[in-house]
C-alpha cells in the first residue's frame, strides 16, 4: 500500500474490461481489503485496448468514472491509435512509450516528437509521465521536454515496500528542474548536445556507409584514435557522400580508412552558452569563407572535463538561438526591456529550488498616477526608463551576487539578489534614484513651460519605496511546489511593499519558503 495520498497505477488487460465482473471485483473486494479509495487508483489502459470495441469500451469507462476511478492511456506513441481517439477519451494521464526517450535521446526529430506528445497531452488536460528514465541523462531529458512525471528504473525497481529515489537521483532531478528554470539565453551546448557512434579513425569508409544506411538517424560519427583513444574528428553524412559523389568516388574511398575524410570540428565545453556558440561557429565560417548554406551543416564537438561528449549541428543551434530570442523578446517588458513577470515566476521559482536564501528589493514609484496626471504619460515612461536602468546597473553591483532584475509592469520593479547587505543596495538604489529624479522632475518642468498644468499641480520629487524581503527555506514538503511558493512569495512581498507606501519608504521583513522534498534530500 502506497504512503499517505499516493495513487496506485494499475494495468489492465483489454479483456479485463469487457468483463461484467471487473467493477463489482475492484469496489466490493479488492479495494476494500487493501483499504484503498477509489480515487486512488489509476487504471492503465494501452494503445492497444483503444482499437477494440469503441461503443462498449465507453460505456465501461463511463460506469469507472462515475465510481471515482482515473484513467491513464499506457505506451502512447508504440503507433497503435491515432491521437484523435486518445484525445477524444480525454484520460487524467498520458504515459508515453518508452521508445520515445529513447529515440528523444538522439536529438533531432525523435526529441520534437516526445515534446509534441507532451504538449498534445497538456491541451486535452493530461498529467503526461514519461517511461523508459533508466540513467540520469535520461532523467535530464524528460524533465527538459516538459514532462510532468516520469517512470524507470532509475528512479526505483519494483519491490513490494519501495524505498524511494537515492539523494543522487534527487540531486539530478533537482539540477534537471533548475537547469529548466533557468532564463533561456543561459542554455549551454551541453544540454542539446546529441550522442554519437564513435568508431575507430582505421575503420573503413564502406561499413560507416552500412552504418549511416541502417541508422537514418545518424548524422555523423565520432572518429577515435591515439593511444589511449581520444577523439581525433569527426565524419558528417554530409561529408562523406560528398566525397563519394564524385566520379570514382566509391572506388577510390571504401576500403579507406575514415580518418583520411574526417576533419577536426570547432571544439567548446559543455558549459558554453549557446549564444556564444553561435557566434564562435559564425567566426569559423568567415574565416573558411563558408555560406549561410554551409554554416546550416556545421557540427560543433562538444567537450566535457577533456573527454568528448557530443554533437551540436550548426542548424540545432540556429534554431535554438532564434526561440531563445523569440522567447525573451516576448518575456520581456516592452518599456524598459527588462524581464516581465513570465520570467520573473521562473527566476523566483529556480532560487526556490536551490534552497539558497536570497532577498527579494519590491521597488514602487509613489503616487505615480499623479505624476501622469500633471506630467503626462510620456514624462512618466521616461522615469520609468531611468529606474529600469538603475535596477540594470544593481545587477552589475559586486555586492548584489547573483542578482536578477525583472519589470513587474507600470511603476513596479523586482530586484532578487544574494548579497550579504541588501538593505544597503536597497539604500544606494533609492539615493540614485533621488539624484535622477531630480534631473528628470527639472527637465520635465522646463518641457512643460510656464503657466501649465505641472506648476499649478505642484509637481514635487517623486518618492521610491522600497520593501526589502529576506527569504529563507524552511520546512520541506510533498505539498511544497514552486508555483505555489512563488505565489506565497509575492503575496508576502505585495504585503510588505504596502507597510514601506504607508510609512517611510522602506520596509524590511522576512519570508521563510517551503522547500520541495527533492532538495532536502540531496543536501
Known sequence: MPPGGGDVFVNLD??????????????????????LPERRIVLEITEVTLQRDRAQFARTLEVLRARGFRIAVDDLGS??????????????????????????????????????????????GATVVVEGV??????????????????????????????????ETWATLRAAVASGLRPPQEVTLGEIAAAVPTLDAGTETAQVMRLFEERPDVQAVALLGGTPPGFVGLLSRRQLYRRLAWQYGYALHARRAIGEMGEVPLLLDADTPVAAAAQALSARGERRGADGAGYMEEFIGVTDGGGFAGVVSGQRLLERVATIRLDLAQAANPLTGLPGNRRIEAELGRRIEFGSPFCVIYADIDDFKRINDT?????????????????????????????????????????????????????????????????WLET???????????????????????????????????????????????RAAAVLKARAKAGDGLAVGTHTFRMPAAVTTSQ
Open 134 to 167: 533508466e540513467s540520469p541523462g535520461d532523467l535530464s531529458l524528460a524533465v527538459a521536454s516538459g514532462a510532468d512525471c516520469v517512470q524507470g528504473f532509475y528512479l526505483g525497481r519494483p519491490a513490494g515496500h519501495p524505498a524511494g529515489p537515492v539523494a
Open 375 to 439: 506630467l503626462g504619460f510620456v514624462q512618466g515612461d521616461a522615469l520609468i526608463r531611468a529606474l529600469g536602468s538603475l535596477l540594470e546597473e544593481c545587477v552589475v553591483d559586486p555586492e548584489a551576487g547573483s542578482a536578477f532584475a525583472g519589470h513587474i509592469g507600470g511603476d513596479d520593479f523586482l530586484l532578487a539578489t544574494t548579497g550579504t547587505d541588501p538593505l544597503a543596495l536597497g539604500r544606494r538604489l533609492a539615493e540614485r534614484f533621488e539624484r535622477v529624479a531630480r534631473d
Open 79 to 124: 503507433g497503435y491509435s491515432s491521437l484523435a481517439i486518445v484525445g477524444g477519451l480525454c484520460p487524467d494521464f498520458i504515459k508515453t512509450d518508452r521508445s520515445l526517450l529513447r529515440g528523444a535521446s538522439g536529438g533531432g526529430g525523435g526529441r520534437a516528437l516526445l515534446e509534441t506528445l507532451i504538449g498534445f497531452g497538456r491541451r486535452i
Open 14 to 35: 483489454p479483456r479485463t474490461l469487457e468483463d461484467p465482473r471487473l467493477i463489482p471485483f475492484l469496489c466490493g473486494e479488492a479495494l476494500p481489503a487493501a483499504g
Open 444 to 490: 520635465a518642468l522646463t518641457e512643460a513651460g510656464p503657466g501649465e498644468g505641472p506648476e499649478a499641480e505642484g509637481a514635487t520629487l517623486p518618492r521610491l519605496s522600497l520593501a526589502i524581503l529576506v527569504c529563507r527555506g524552511g520546512r520541506s514538503g510533498a505539498d511544497a511546489g514552486t508555483v505555489v511558493e512563488v505565489a506565497a512569495l509575492a
